[in-house]
């Protein structure tokens, strides 16, 4: 099967590459890269992206896909068809599902049941300890062959200190990167937003910024006695950013990613209650917020995620209090990019194509992902920088509902996405 991708604006930054070229797909993979005056094979289905940007396959490295235990919240389907509906033909489930992703038994089914939906690649996370409880290592060796690409106890962080050096220690041993969700719970217990003027106005529990960096530089520390690859989840206030950024000018091996609700809402979000403004990390307030604007900028934060985490309806409609933290995020993220970051001059949409896919296959070392290097797997996200359109929650792939941009207006978005050579997505566009 062939497919030409004809007259785009090529921008893949692995290969230095920024120029009109045609992009011919074959069996799967990226088989060459013609100018726009050559001629291609007569046999290839032609795919016209006059006036868009084609880049290589954006890789969300942080997702919850509810899959096995919670099917009602999410499923491995319907978060991939999620997944590609908002640009990503690769997502990587974190393994806090029920059981747990702790052994290579459920790894492999959760890449079995992707492949079934053939939507979005799915790449696995492993967890840290055996049923993320924090008391005894999981089986990290078997889980990487049977497809794990990293470990984790994102939803229940590694507790003390002596655990996740051992944790270190072994997933180096399987060149495995340790993502750590950091907050230190005897800091942050029972907080349900971010400590802060808004929360004592609110007379909301508070979760403080130390919580986040004090694990931060405990990660930070043992990353750099043991060697091994750390990447901090989700990362939200001024002070984690500024220790990962000193942490890497001494050459430690550590990576970060942020979200899109953390670099676009602050705490005055959750003004109104609504539970769609609770997540773990919380909204910080306006100064981190800046600091995590300057740190996109500056390259201190490596990767956009979205840690989608569908919640059904019927939790979230409970008082501020009792809701579950996480909102859904897969088909948002690449507009509030646009919205936040691209059209405000933050970045680029060379940077843009950077956080979201180059370095998302770096950090977790997909091999022949993350380029549109000759012979790579044909994973490729198409943009329309200038495409403006509504977000309608009510026509979310998604099985979950939990998100607060419903009806927000976006200029700019994926208006295709293609795995393995096929085109498993194109945006509807509708003339008003
Ligand atoms: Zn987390
Ligand atoms: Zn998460």
Request: proline share 5%; aromatic share 4%; net charge negative.
């Amino acid at each position: 099967m062939k497919l030409l991708i004809a007259n785009g604006h090529l921008i893949d930054p692995s290969e230095n590459q920024n120029s009109g070229k045609n992009l011919l797909l074959e069996d799967g993979k990226i088989a060459a890269w013609l100018n726009q005056n050559e001629n291609a094979p007569e046999d290839a289905e032609v795919f016209d992206a006059t006036g868009l940007i084609v880049a290589p396959g954006f890789i969300d490295l942080h997702v919850h896909l509810r899959e096995p235990g919670q099917e009602h919240k999410e499923t491995i389907a319907s978060g991939c068809a999620a997944a590609v509906a908002g640009g990503w033909t690769s997502v990587c489930p974190m393994p806090n599902t029920n059981p747990v992703n702790d052994n290579a038994a459920i790894t492999r089914y959760m890449i079995e049941q992707a492949e079934h939906a053939n939507l979005a690649n799915v790449f696995p996370v492993g967890a840290i300890t055996k049923s993320s409880d924090g008391a005894e290592l999981a089986e990290m060796g078997e889980m990487k062959a049977a497809g794990a690409v990293a470990v984790s106890d994102d939803g229940r962080p590694v507790p003390n200190a002596g655990m996740m050096r051992r944790a270190m220690e072994y997933a180096k041993d399987f060149d495995l990167p340790v993502v750590d969700h950091c907050e230190d719970k005897s800091l942050s217990s029972g907080g349900v937003m971010h400590e802060g003027k808004i929360s004592l106005l609110l007379g909301l529990k508070g979760m403080p910024a130390l919580a986040e960096e004090i694990d931060a530089v405990r990660d930070i520390i043992l990353a750099k006695e043991t060697g091994a690859r750390v990447h901090i989840a989700h990362i939200s206030t001024k002070g984690a950013i500024e220790i990962v950024r000193r942490a890497k000018n001494e050459n430690i091996n550590v990576t970060c990613e942020v979200t899109p609700h953390h670099f676009t809402l602050n705490d005055n979000a959750v003004e109104g209650y609504d539970t769609n403004t609770k997540m773990s990390p919380p909204l910080r307030s306006e100064e981190h917020l800046e600091a995590i604007l300057e740190a996109i900028k500056d390259s201190t934060i490596d990767a956009i995620a979205t840690d989608h985490a569908p919640h059904h309806s019927d939790e979230k409609a409970l008082e501020y209090d009792r809701a579950p933290f996480g909102i859904i995020g897969l088909e948002t993220a690449v507009g509030l990019a646009f919205k936040q970051l691209v059209h405000q001059g933050i970045i680029d949409l060379v940077r843009l194509i950077e956080l979201c896919s180059v370095n998302p296959a770096k950090i977790f070392k997909l091999k022949d992902r993350g380029t549109l290097r000759i012979g790579s797997v044909a994973d490729i996200t198409i943009l329309d920088p200038d495409l403006n359109w509504v977000y309608k929650i009510s026509e979310s792939k998604s099985k979950s509902k939990n998100s607060p941009f419903d009806g927000w207006e976006f200029q700019g978005a994926a208006v295709a996405t293609i795995v393995g050579g096929k085109i498993l997505f194109r945006k509807e566009i509708k003339e008003n």
